[in-house]
Nanobody, 125 residues
Framework: QVQLVESGGGLVQPGGSLRLSCAAS????????IGWFRQAPGKEREGVSC????????YYADSVKGRFTISRDNAKNTEYLQMNSLKPEDTARYYC???WGCGGTYLLPDPFGSWGQGTQVTVSS
């Protein structure tokens, strides 16, 4: 059974940092790409970042480039999203999900894939 569990969200002041984790079970991360997505109230879901399982290329949304870093620990079957220099506009619920496509310039969720329950990130003073 495929399962994704996010953790690491919380309340942080602008300029602060958080590290999100996505622990996978039921499949091997290095063989099945997963990506990070976020959704704020009243806004569309946004693809944030992913690592391609095919060639290791990494995608970042323009809104997070230079501030967020994605990484993977294959031994722990866990993917991470290090978020630095957080801004109020980063406030959203963050999800990890299996991807249909991930490359240097794109991130597409798998329409039949698995999603975690999400973790809330709130950036506020």
């Amino acid at each position: 059974q495929v399962q994704l569990v996010e953790s690491g969200g919380g309340l942080v002041q602008p300029g602060g940092s958080l590290r999100l984790s996505c622990a996978a079970s039921g499949f091997t991360l290095k063989n099945q790409g997963i990506g990070w997505f976020r959704q704020a109230p009243g806004k569309e879901r946004e693809g944030v970042s992913c690592i391609s399982s095919r060639d290791g290329s990494i995608y970042y949304a323009d809104s997070v480039k230079g501030r967020f870093t994605i990484s993977r620990d294959n031994a722990k079957n866990t993917e991470y999203l290090q978020m630095n220099s957080l801004k109020p506009e980063d406030t959203a619920r963050y999800y990890c999900a299996t991807t249909w496509g991930c490359g240097g310039t794109y991130l597409l969720p798998d329409p039949f894939g698995s999603w975690g329950q999400g973790t809330q990130v709130t950036v506020s003073s």
